[in-house]
């Protein structure tokens, strides 16, 4: 792959998607191309350079769940022990399933913990307190049932990493993995690494073309699962320590742990996410074999992250604006094209629901601890296929309904990739008892 000819074409699809500024890595055959393009803010002077850093979203819980493992390689820690074994805080459990909840449920997304808690102080950085509070709330369903969708499980995670260390989340991540593969760490809160620039976040809206700065919001306490910032080169290392490849591996991590962040966790169906899920990555299938990664938005920044076992080939790319998403699936197309056969999720749809469908059954008011979405009816076309959703934030969506009560669920406010989603029915009312939208599973509270 010629260097001029990726970075023009980085440039393009930059372009093409309202992008203001990303970054591409490829690493192959021992070799890395590393690619920026734009600007670190729309219509700034400042240039995004390959050492720019861009906020990671979820990305982050893929070097929590590494230094995870190298816990475990260690012998410090077990992932089928249960997670009140090393913190005091789960004393006060007052849900048997969550008392129950194992390191391994935590890091595949199993531990039926609710996703986003947040406590009333969000801007409380204590883990401990964090894991206090969380210990208090209720399950959705017995650890191990099925996979939904938790940062709350990865900032438990975080307490785990303290407890064991004997060092903050932060000090951990630095020393025992960021460091030792030369990243110079660069975190969304509390002082930031001297010399390093962090780019600004964008959205667009729908049928715009104009990036405009958007704040990036991500409470403290959340930091394990969404609290870091880096670039596309700092993902490839990420990837390389997986892989076996980087300089670093012997210091950085155990062969043993490592191995098994790559083992599909059985009850793992991230049906709308992903094709499987290990501990601490997901499964993205392809005709070579799974691809492992993990993906990120946050507030108008996304990042990218996919690395072949059996090749040795790592992909990365991050973007400071929202659609970034739409960007990474012309990305994977055009690495594809080029014989780079990158493993990505996109979830064969069945056929499109036929009008005139009954949508009662459907619409209500869904929970999952304190995430509350609204389905109702919509559309002026009648055809009885219309639904909206609606959450406590803001967020705006329309439903498309598909046959097996799957659908895809596109932003109103925001342009970006759609995501997949499906309702789950109650067979003895008939009517939906769950929805499941991003891999995170609600339940029916209400009807409207």
């Not at 909840?101 to 401990?128: C, F, K, M, Q, Y």
């Not at 969708?149 to 900032?155: C, E, I, T």
């Not at 329309?398 to 989603?421: I, N, S, W």
């Amino acid at each position: 792959m010629e260097a001029h000819q990726a970075a023009e074409r980085l440039r393009e699809l930059a372009h093409d998607h309202t992008v203001p500024g990303a970054q591409l890595t490829v690493h192959r055959a021992g070799e890395s191309l590393s690619l920026a393009a734009g600007a670190v803010r729309a219509g700034g002077p400042e240039a995004v350079t390959t050492a720019t850093g861009f906020a990671y979203g979820s990305v982050t819980k893929a070097f929590t769940a590494t230094v995870v493992a190298r816990l475990e390689s260690d012998g410090d820690l077990e992932l089928d022990d249960p997670v009140g074994e090393y913190l005091a805080e789960f004393d006060a459990a007052t849900d048997e399933a969550i008392s129950s909840v194992t390191l391994r449920n935590l890091l595949s997304h199993t531990a039926g913990l609710i996703a986003d808690h947040e406590p009333d102080r969000a801007e409380d950085a204590s883990l401990a307190r964090y894991a206090a509070s969380m210990a208090t709330t209720g399950s959705l369903h017995e650890p191990g049932g099925f996979f939904s969708y938790s940062n709350s499980g990865y900032n438990i995670l975080g307490r785990v990493i303290e407890a064991v260390t004997d060092m903050t989340w932060r000090q951990a991540l630095g020393n025992l993995l960021l460091r030792p593969l030369a990243i110079q760490p660069l975190f969304l809160h509390g002082p930031q690494a001297p010399g390093r620039t962090l780019a600004d976040c964008h959205t667009v809206r729908p049928g715009e073309r104009v990036a405009r700065p958007a704040d990036l919001y991500v409470p403290p306490s959340w930091a394990p699962a969404a609290g870091l910032a880096g670039s596309a080169d700092d993902l490839i290392a990420l990837a390389r320590l997986h892989l076996g490849t980087h300089p670093a591996t012997a210091a950085a991590a155990g062969a043993r742990g490592l191995a098994g962040t790559g083992v599909r966790v059985p009850a793992a169906d991230a049906f709308g996410m992903a094709d499987g899920w290990g501990p601490g990555l997901a499964h993205y299938a392809s005709p070579e074999g799974d691809w492992l990664g993990h993906d990120g938005t946050v507030d108008g920044s996304t990042s990218h992250l996919r690395f072949h076992p059996a090749s040795g080939t790592a992909v990365a790319l991050t973007t400071n604006s929202t659609t970034g998403t739409l960007m990474w699936a012309d990305v994977v197309d055009w690495l594809r094209e080029r014989g780079i056969p990158v493993g990505d999720y996109r979830p064969v749809l069945p056929p499109q629901a036929p009008p005139g469908a009954d949508l009662r059954a459907l619409t209500g008011e869904f929970r999952n601890g304190d995430t509350y979405f609204a389905v109702r009816a919509h559309g002026d076309a009648g055809d009885g296929r219309g639904l909206r959703l609606s959450d406590g934030t803001g967020l705006v969506a329309d439903l498309t309904l598909y046959d097996g009560l799957v659908f895809t669920a596109r932003r109103a406010d925001a342009e970006e990739a759609p995501y997949a989603g499906r309702f789950v029915l109650d067979p003895a009312t008939g009517e939906a008892a769950l929805m499941q939208l991003g891999g995170r599973s609600a339940r029916r509270v209400a009807a409207l």
